[in-house]
């Protein structure tokens, strides 16, 4: 028998005293906790029999019950046990008889009743006392019929939901758990009275002024002896505070806090999911990559707080063009990502971009100020640009710079060649860098003719980059990088120092006086000390500012009208004379252009160069001088070749002209000798 270790192991594991006896009563086995509870060793138990383990006084009645037990089915009764410090136990003990090996022993099975007892003793009633605990308990207790029906719901649950008793027995109850949530706790609590085990849901119920509040219902089924379901019980509480800290984690965690759009990691797993879908049913997915045009300079020049705003209005805009299975989020800064998952064509895609893009024209008005913003959009699609979320994000963003590059305000499809031409710009960014420190920049020199006299009266200066191994390269290359990291305001000041040095220069050879023109981009002219900087150009150079010209585009000051026209103001005060290049290209309005303090618009070349064979240029070239000489602006056409074009504008009145007709951009030298040689514009 004690080869059996299972066995041995339950009897020593069991919470009752075990012991095993013979014929003689004598002890030929105990558990640990007969050793535990008689405070004897197991050698000192197996040299006694079990009749002397008793309080002597209960021996004569054990004597009766002992002999009773030997019947096959056993006894249970009550006595007192002795412990070997001589105190007493109240016990109850069940025997039954064995047989092994054609010996019988006697398996007894004793357990200490004492707090069993003690706790009767302070019960005087169970029920009532259990009743009462339930009804005073500060949580919400239910109890219901293994079919679900109500049977109890204590004072906590009937204040929560504000119900009587009567409204709550039955199925009534069931009425209060929030809809959503009401087939799942039927289900659980089946379920838990199937398999006999207890259930934990969290579910909405109704509250009595609250609308409905969360709560954790931790629930049990109560069985009987024979373990038949009689029903369940189950008490809450309420979680309904940490529920929302919970949710607002959560959202904290996947939405942009300013716009309210999904951020980034929302992003990425919506894209994740699209690219599951789209993979089972072999559909294109469409990611629009768009970033703000300049919007730094809103930031720089108006503060975060216009930039935010400004930052909601274009979240606004952007979800009206979408539809509503369509994601757009906010990647943080001024990059908005959009998710395009059921499109037929790809044609549709650059629809979409369109509708984007023209819908964040126009002015948005922000504490009474209009602003003007574009975008540059880059787009992949899956699966042809990417078969995954981080590739299709990255081949985005390569095209949406390609479109920065080409003039913004554009959109731009992602081509296998971007990726080799990207790393080509991320070298590029680094050689302007250094470009600055070794002097790899110089500047051109472009005469401005009188169209009238023919004589010459003012320069542009254009930027050119002598690049040590590419050679010559143009501003249209590599100026809108500069503008898009930044450098364009050290490379900016460098042209300004340069062009009033050279233009003193000139002054101190006795040439005749001119103006020298500078092109200031965006970037530079919406930064705070752009005043101190021309000014010190000019103090430093002793160059008077009004042979400073300063040329700007439409956008340039139509980004932030108001404050650009406080800025144009001051530099007017300086002297210095102002002009809008590349007129006709852009979006301005007729209003502010007649509050700017311009001197001369500059005709755009797109316009010149077909001026003679295109009456729609023609007309809109003729209504630019008719308008500007209406405002009191002068005129000065761009990109003249021929003599054609020359002629139409002295026939139009136009004031000046400059383009390879004259003369192209030339070096300091060349320009300076062409200067002294006193040639003028033919009649
Ligand atoms: P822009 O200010 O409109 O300059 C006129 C451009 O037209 C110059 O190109 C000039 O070389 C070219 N051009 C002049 N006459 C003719 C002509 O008869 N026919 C044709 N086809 N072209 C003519 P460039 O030098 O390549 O400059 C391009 C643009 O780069 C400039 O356009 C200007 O926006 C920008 N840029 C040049 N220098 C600077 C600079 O120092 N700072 C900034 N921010 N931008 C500059
Ligand atoms: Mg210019
Ligand atoms: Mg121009």
Redesign the pocket.
């Known amino acids: 028998m004690k080869d059996n270790v299972t066995l041995d192991l339950l009897n020593q594991c069991a919470n009752d005293i075990i012991l095993l006896t013979d014929a003689d009563d004598r002890i030929i086995d105990a558990n640990d906790r007969a050793v535990a509870a008689y405070g004897e060793s197991r050698e000192a138990l197996l040299q006694r029999t079990l009749p002397e383990l008793l309080d002597p006084a209960a021996r004569a009645a054990f004597a009766r019950h002992w002999q009773r037990a030997g019947e096959p089915e056993g006894a249970i009764f009550a006595t007192v046990c002795q412990r070997s410090d001589n105190t007493t136990f109240p016990a109850e003990v069940s025997v039954r008889p064995i047989e092994a090996n054609g010996r019988q022993f006697r398996h007894s099975s004793i357990r200490d009743i004492g707090r069993r007892q003690v706790l009767k003793a302070s019960l005087p009633d169970r029920w009532e006392f259990y009743a009462n605990v339930l009804e005073h308990f500060p949580n919400p207790v239910w109890r219901a019929d293994p079919d679900g029906q109500g049977r109890y719901f204590n004072q906590s649950w009937l204040e929560f939901t504000g119900r009587t008793l009567e409204q709550e027995l039955g199925d009534g109850w069931v009425a209060d758990i929030h809809p959503d949530d009401r087939e799942d706790w039927l289900r659980a609590l089946r379920e838990a009275g199937r398999e006999r085990r207890s259930l934990i849901r969290e579910y909405r119920l109704k509250h009595h002024s609250e609308g409905y509040r969360w709560i954790y219902d931790q629930g049990k089924p109560c069985l009987d002896t024979d373990g038949t379901l009689l029903g369940y019980v189950g008490a809450c509480h309420d979680v309904h505070a940490e529920k929302q800290l919970q949710e607002q984690l959560r959202y904290i965690g996947q939405y942009d806090p300013l716009t309210g759009l999904p951020n980034q990691t929302l992003l990425e797993d919506r894209l994740r999911q699209a690219l599951a879908n789209a993979r089972r049913s072999k559909k294109q997915i469409v990611l629009l990559f768009t970033d703000l045009d300049c919007f730094k300079i809103v930031n720089d020049s108006l503060g975060y707080k216009v930039g935010d705003r400004l930052l909601q209005q274009v979240a606004q805009r952007l979800k009206h063009c979408l539809r509503e299975g369509d994601t757009l989020s906010r990647r943080g800064g001024d990059e908005f990502l959009v998710i395009l998952s059921d499109l037929k064509h790809v044609e549709d895609a650059a629809h979409v971009a369109e509708k984007l893009l023209q819908s964040l024209a126009g002015p948005y008005t922000i504490d009474g100020i209009d602003l003007h913003i574009s975008a540059s959009i880059g787009i992949s699609i899956y699966p042809d640009d990417g078969q995954d979320a981080e590739t299709l994000l990255r081949n985005a963003d390569t095209a949406m710079y390609f479109a920065k590059q080409n003039g913004r305000n554009r959109y731009q499809f992602f081509t296998p060649e971007m990726n080799s031409r990207a790393y080509e710009y991320l070298m590029m960014q680094n050689h302007l860098r250094r470009a600055l420190e070794r002097g790899e920049f110089e500047?051109?020199y472009?005469p401005q003719v009188e169209l009238r006299k023919g004589a010459i009266v003012g320069v542009?200066?254009?930027?050119?980059w002598r690049h040590p191994e590419s050679g010559m390269i143009?501003?249209?290359q590599f100026?809108p990088i500069a503008?898009e990291c930044g450098l364009?305001v050290p490379?900016?000041e460098w042209?300004m120092h340069e062009a009033c040095r050279q233009g003193r220069l000139w002054q101190e050879a006795g040439l005749p006086p001119l103006t020298i023109a500078?092109?200031?981009?965006a970037v530079?002219f919406h930064k705070e000390d752009i005043l101190k900087t021309i000014e010190q150009a000019c103090r430093e150079n002793r160059l008077d500012p009004s042979r400073l010209e300063l040329?700007l585009?439409e956008g340039t000051v139509m980004q932030n009208a108001e404050d650009a026209i406080m800025i144009l103001r001051e530099l007017k005060a300086m002297g210095i004379k102002l002009s809008i290049?590349?007129f006709g290209t852009g979006y301005s309005s007729l209003s502010y252009l007649k509050r700017f303090p311009i001197d001369r618009l500059?005709v755009?070349?797109s316009f010149v160069?077909d001026i003679t064979s295109n009456e729609d240029d023609a007309e809109i070239t003729r209504a630019i001088i008719g308008m500007a000489h209406g405002l009191g602006l002068k005129v000065i056409a761009?990109?003249?070749?021929h003599e054609d074009q020359l002629k139409f504008l002295r026939w139009q009145k136009c004031d000046d002209m400059?383009?390879?007709?004259f003369s192209?951009?030339l070096q300091a030298g060349a320009f300076e000798d062409l200067l002294a040689s006193g040639r003028t514009l033919k009649n």
Do not use: M
Request: proline share 5%; aromatic share 4%.
């Open positions: 500047l051109n472009q542009e200066a254009l930027l050119r143009a501003p249209s100026i503008e364009i490379i900016g042209v500078i092109n200031l981009s530079q040329e585009t290049d590349d500059k755009d070349q160069r761009e990109g003249v070749e400059q383009g390879y007709y192209r951009p």
